[in-house]
C-alpha cells in the first residue's frame, strides 16, 4: 500500500512539471509539436486572464487581473424592461401618493404624458425609441388586463344583462363602423386633393378599427368614478365583446380591399366568420377552463403550484385561439369565468389570495406600461396629418357613438323591466374610449396595399389622445353634474344575500308555474347540471355534496380570513383580553368542521324540504299523502265530536236574546 502511494506521487510530480514547462510561442500561445495553440473563445461573464510571456517568464503578465468590467450588452435587454416595470411601478406609486392629484386627472393621461416626454427625451438623445409593437401589445401585455377582467368578472350583473350588452356590443358596432364609413367617404369626395384617392372599402376598414372601443381605457376610467353596477357593467362587457365583431370586420375589409372585388358569397362568409370567431373563442376557452378546473382537483399534497396552473391555463387559451385567428378576449374570459367556482373550492386561502393580488399587480403595471409606450410611440411616429380627415373622424365618433346607444336604447327599453335613463345613456355613449387596441390594428395595416396608413394611425392616435384626455377628464364632473347614482360601498350582509337567493328561487317559481322559459328558468337548468353533474367531477372531497347553505358559509369565511390579511397591522390593535385563548391543532379544527358538517346536513335531511317543481321529496309521496289524510279524518272527527258534545241548551239562552231583540 505504501509502496502505490509513493508512486502516485512520484507519477503527479512528473505531470506537474512537464505541465508547468510547457513551451510558449512569440505571442504568449502555448506551443504543443511545434503548433502555436489559439485562445479559446470565452462567455462573456468569463474574466480575462493574462498570458505568460517568454519562454523564462511563465509567472510574468501582459497586464494586471480586471478587477471590474463594464459588459452593458449582455444584459441590455432585460435590464431595460426592469427599468420600464420599475418606472411604471414609481409613477402609479406616486400617482396615488400625491393628494388631491388622482380625482382630477385620470391616471391614463398622465401616464400618457410621460410616455411624450420619454420618448422625446429618447429622441433628443439619438437614441432608438421604443414602439408599441402589435406583438409585444397582444402576446404580452394586453392577456393579464383581460384575464384579470374576466376571472373577477361578477357574473350575476353579466348573466343579467347579457342581452343587452349584446346588441351593444354587436349591433352598435357595426353601425358604427357601416355609418363612419359611409360618411367619411362622401367627406372624402368632397374634399378630393389628398383625400381623393380613399376608397369606400378604405373607409370602411379605418372605420372599423376607429370603432374599437378599448377595455384597457375604459377600465382604466371608470373604476375610478364609481358609478353603479349597471352601467358599468354595460359599458364594460361592451369594450370586452365588441373585441370579436372589430376584429372580424377588420379582417373583412382588409381581405375585401386586398381583392378589390365583393361577391354576395363573400359577405355570407364574412357574417359566417363572425360567429365562428366570437363562439369558438368562447369554446377554447370553456375547454381551458374545465382541464384548469380538474387539474386543481388533485394540488391538495403540492399547494405551491396551484396559482400556476390558473395562469398557464389561461394563457394557453388565448394563444390557441389566437392560433386559428379566433377571439382571444373572449377565450380569456370564458376561461376566467368557467374555472374560477371550481378552482376557489378546491385551493387554499393562501393560493387564492396569490391569485388575486398577482393578477391585479400584472395587469395594473400592464396598463401602466401600455399607456406609457403608447405616449412613447407617437413621439416615434412617421405622421401624416390631414385636418379634414381628423376633425370629420373626431366628429363622427362622437355622433355615430350617440345615435347608436339612443337608438338601441330605445328599442331595449320595450323589452326591459329596468329601464336604462337618458343620463345612463349618456354616459354609455360619452364612454366609448378608444385605446391601445385601436393603435395596434391600425398599425398592422400594409403600407403596400393602404399607401394612406400614416394618415390613418395619425387619426387613431388623435382619436385615442381625445377620448382618453377630453372625455376621460370630463367624465367624473359630469357624473357629478348629472347626479348619475353611483356605485354602493357597503357590501351585502348575510341577510340581504340570502333573501336575494330566495327571490331568485321564487322568480324560478314563478316562471315555472307559468310555463314560461325565461331568465331564471334556464338559470335553474344550469344549477341542477352544475350540482348534478359538474361539481362531481371538477370539485374534490366533500365540498362537491355540500349544501348551499355550507358553501355560503365557506365564502364568507374566507372573505373574512382575506379582510384581515389586508388590513394587516390593524388586527393588532384591537385590546387583549385578560384571559388567553385556547389553541386548537388543526387536526381538531377539522374534527369540529366535520361534526358541524354532518350535523347541519342531517337537520337538513330531517325536515322535510321546499322545491317549486315538487312539494314532497322524492320516495315520500305514498306516506306523506297517507299522513296527511289520516290528520285531515283526524281534525275532521274531532269537529264533530265537539259538535255533539255541546247540549242544546247552551244555544236556548243565545235563541231568547235574539228573539227579544
Known amino acids: 500500500m505504501m509502496f502505490w502511494s509513493l508512486k502516485m506521487i512520484w507519477s503527479l510530480k512528473i505531470f506537474l512539471r512537464l505541465k508547468i514547462s510547457v513551451p510558449v510561442g ?297 392560433v386559428f385567428h379566433l377571439s382571444g378576449i373572449m377565450a380569456l374570459i370564458a376561461c376566467g369565468v368557467v374555472m374560477r367556482p371550481y378552482v376557489e373550492a378546491n385551493i387554499s386561502h393562501k393560493s387564492y389570495t396569490t391569485i388575486k393580488y398577482f393578477l391585479k399587480m400584472w395587469s395594473s403595471v400592464s396598463e401602466t406600461l401600455i399607456f406609457i409606450f403608447l405616449g412613447a410611440s407617437t413621439v416615434a411616429g412617421p405622421h401624416a396629418w390631414n385636418w379634414t380627415f381628423v376633425i370629420a373622424t373626431i366628429i363622427l365618433c362622437l355622433v355615430s357613438r350617440v345615435f347608436g346607444v339612443v337608438g338601441l336604447t330605445y328599442i331595449l327599453n320595450k323589452f326591459r323591466m329596468v329601464k336604462i335613463t337618458g343620463k345612463d345613456q349618456f354616459i354609455l355613449a360619452y364612454g366609448g374610449l378608444r385605446g391601445a387596441i385601436a393603435f395596434s390594428l391600425a398599425f398592422l395595416l400594409s403600407s403596400k396595399h393602404f399607401p394612406m396608413k400614416n394618415m390613418f394611425l395619425t387619426a387613431i392616435i388623435t382619436v385615442v389622445f381625445f377620448t382618453v384626455f377630453v372625455q376621460g377628464m370630463t367624465i367624473r364632473p359630469l357624473v357629478d353634474l348629472l347626479a348619475v347614482k353611483k356605485k354602493k360601498q357597503t357590501k351585502f350582509t348575510i341577510n340581504e344575500e340570502i333573501h336575494t337567493e330566495f327571490l331568485q328561487h321564487v322568480l324560478g317559481g314563478i316562471e315555472a308555474v307559468c310555463g314560461h322559459y325565461g331568465h331564471h328558468h334556464w338559470r335553474d337548468k344550469l344549477d341542477r347540471f352544475n350540482k348534478d353533474y359538474l361539481k362531481r367531477w371538477l370539485i374534490a372531497g366533500a365540498r362537491s355534496q355540500e349544501p348551499q347553505l355550507i358553501s355560503f358559509y365557506n365564502k364568507l369565511e374566507l372573505q373574512q380570513a382575506l379582510r384581515v390579511a389586508e388590513r394587516g397591522s390593524e388586527a393588532r390593535l384591537t385590546p387583549k383580553r385578560s384571559r388567553t385563548m385556547t389553541k386548537i391543532s388543526k387536526e381538531r379544527e377539522e374534527e369540529i368542521r366535520k361534526i358541524l358538517r354532518g350535523n347541519l346536513q342531517k337537520t337538513r335531511q330531517r325536515l322535510r324540504s321546499y322545491s317549486r317543481h315538487k312539494l314532497v321529496l322524492e320516495g315520500e309521496e305514498d306516506s306523506w299523502t297517507e299522513a296527511k289524510l289520516w290528520r285531515q279524518k283526524v281534525e275532521i272527527g274531532r269537529r264533530v265530536s265537539l259538535r255533539i258534545n255541546i247540549s242544546i241548551e247552551d244555544y236556548i239562552p243565545l235563541l231568547q236574546i235574539t228573539a227579544q231583540r
Open 26 to 322: 512569440s505571442d504568449g500561445s502555448p506551443v504543443y509539436d511545434g503548433v502555436t495553440q489559439t485562445e479559446i473563445p470565452r462567455a462573456p461573464h468569463t474574466p480575462r486572464h493574462a498570458h505568460p510571456e517568454g519562454p523564462g517568464g511563465p509567472h510574468t503578465h501582459s497586464r494586471a487581473f480586471p478587477v471590474l468590467t463594464f459588459q452593458f450588452e449582455t444584459v441590455r435587454r432585460p435590464f431595460e424592461i426592469s427599468l420600464w416595470i420599475l418606472l411604471a411601478s414609481l409613477l402609479k406609486l406616486g400617482f396615488h401618493v400625491i393628494p388631491h392629484f388622482s380625482s382630477v386627472v385620470p391616471e391614463s393621461c398622465v401616464l400618457i404624458v410621460v410616455g411624450l416626454l420619454v420618448g422625446a427625451l429618447i429622441k433628443l438623445l439619438g437614441e432608438t425609441l421604443p414602439v408599441l409593437d402589435t406583438q409585444l401589445f397582444f402576446l404580452v401585455l394586453l392577456p393579464p388586463i383581460i384575464l384579470d377582467a374576466g376571472y373577477f368578472l361578477p357574473i350575476r350583473s353579466f348573466s343579467e344583462n347579457m342581452g343587452t350588452i349584446l346588441v351593444f356590443a354587436v349591433m352598435g358596432t357595426v353601425w358604427n363602423s357601416f355609418f363612419m364609413g359611409v360618411v367619411l367617404y362622401g367627406v372624402c369626395v368632397v374634399e378630393g386633393s389628398e383625400l381623393a384617392g380613399v376608397g369606400l372599402l378604405a373607409c370602411l376598414l379605418f372605420s372599423s378599427i376607429a370603432s374599437a372601443v378599448d377595455p384597457v381605457a375604459v377600465l382604466a376610467v371608470f373604476e375610478e368614478i364609481h358609478i353603479h353596477e349597471l352601467l358599468h357593467i354595460l359599458v364594460f362587457g361592451e369594450s370586452l365583446l365588441n373585441d370579436a365583431v372589430t376584429v372580424v370586420l377588420y379582417h373583412l375589409f382588409e381581405e375585401f380591399a386586398t381583392l378589390g372585388e365583393v361577391t354576395v358569397i363573400d359577405v355570407f362568409l364574412g357574417v359566417l366568420c363572425f360567429f365562428v370567431v366570437a363562439l369558438g373563442g368562447i369554446l377554447v376557452g370553456t375547454v381551458f377552463g374545465l382541464l384548469a378546473a380538474f387539474t386543481s382537483r388533485f394540488t391538495s399534497h403540492t399547494r405551491v403550484i396551484e396559482p400556476l396552473f390558473v395562469f398557464l391555463y389561461s394563457y394557453m387559451a388565448y394563444l390557441s385561439a389566437e
